[in-house]
């Protein structure tokens, strides 16, 4: 089921919306009308996402850079911002993750997973800051149940993705009074991800999870896409600072994933 929401005329910036969830969402925002912006590693990935995302009315834009790079991310929306326009909605949703057991988990390891999600999520803000419509742009971090669920062989995750929903919950008292909102939203296991093929790789572990989760069934990118079009839409305009799950309750139940 899907919702109906216009963005016509509307410039969104999704990091990291060339696959997956975030595709999902940058794809619900092209079909209601948004002209996107979308960025990610892979120039190759870049490339399919644009022609993918690209609307009679309006060709997407597309970036290759890694948001560990500050001077790159703020590049890109510099650009995006020149060629269309302020940004209305601005998604962050770069993340790294592979399942280790904190013991044999090298702190470059820990680094990266942190340096991705959390130094990443600053960097993203931080430079979208100067473009975003103020007031009226909506800012969603994408965030993760590791957030507010410990779960092993996660701890890099863990720690990250808390301070990612420390960023939203921060920058929500920081630019409440400009009229820009930011809230995160923490998908639940979806069906169809790189990430839940990683943390559920056989279908023993794939029943595991559905079994754990109050409705019965895995997420869907869309599910997750309907809950980034309502709060950046004006149904949402007097909620800010929020950590959205989209779990289908998974989180309530402990978000177990059989990872130890």
């Known amino acids: 089921m899907s919702f109906s929401f216009d963005f016509s005329g509307k410039n969104v910036f999704v990091f990291g919306g060339t696959s997956g969830i975030n595709l999902g969402i940058a794809e619900a925002f092209a079909d209601a009308g948004a002209r996107i912006g979308v960025a990610s590693r892979s120039q190759e990935k870049v490339d399919a996402a644009v022609a993918r995302l690209s609307r009679p009315e309006a060709a997407a834009r597309g970036y290759s850079l890694d948001v560990r790079q500050a001077q790159a991310v703020?590049?890109?929306?510099?650009?995006?911002?020149?060629?269309?326009?302020?940004?209305?909605?601005?998604?962050?949703?770069?993340a790294g993750n592979f399942p280790a057991a904190a013991m044999s988990l090298s702190p470059n390891g820990f680094k990266s997973v942190v340096d991705i999600d959390l130094l990443g999520t600053f960097h993203?803000?931080?430079?979208a800051w100067p473009h975003l419509v103020k007031p009226g742009?909506?800012?969603?971090?994408?965030?993760?149940?590791?957030?507010?669920?410990?779960?092993?062989?996660?701890?890099?995750?863990?720690?990250?993705k808390a301070g990612v929903d420390m960023i939203t919950r921060t920058l929500a008292l920081?630019?409440?009074?400009?009229?820009?909102?930011?809230?995160?939203?923490?998908?639940?296991?979806?069906?169809?991800?790189e990430g839940m093929a990683r943390l559920a790789p056989n279908e023993a572990a794939r029943q595991g999870?559905?079994?754990?989760?109050?409705?019965?069934?895995?997420?869907?990118?869309?599910?997750?896409?309907?809950?980034?079009?309502?709060?950046?839409?004006?149904?949402?305009?007097?909620?800010?600072?929020?950590?959205?799950?989209?779990?289908?309750?998974?989180?309530?139940?402990g978000a177990r994933m059989g990872l130890g």
């Open 209 to 253: 999870v559905i079994a754990a989760v109050p409705m019965r069934r895995m997420g869907t990118p869309r599910d997750v896409a309907d809950a980034c079009l309502f709060l950046a839409s004006d149904a949402a305009h007097y909620i800010t600072g929020a950590v959205l799950p989209v779990d289908g309750g998974w989180a309530v139940a």
């Open 174 to 193: 920081e630019w409440g009074a400009a009229g820009v909102r930011i809230n995160s939203v923490i998908p639940g296991p979806i069906d169809g991800t």
């Open 74 to 94: 703020a590049d890109a929306l510099a650009s995006f911002a020149r060629d269309r326009g302020p940004i209305d909605v601005l998604i962050s949703g770069a």
């Open 124 to 127: 993203v803000m931080r430079a």
């Open 137 to 160: 742009a909506s800012a969603i971090s994408i965030s993760a149940p590791q957030a507010i669920v410990p779960m092993a062989m996660q701890v890099h995750v863990c720690a990250a």
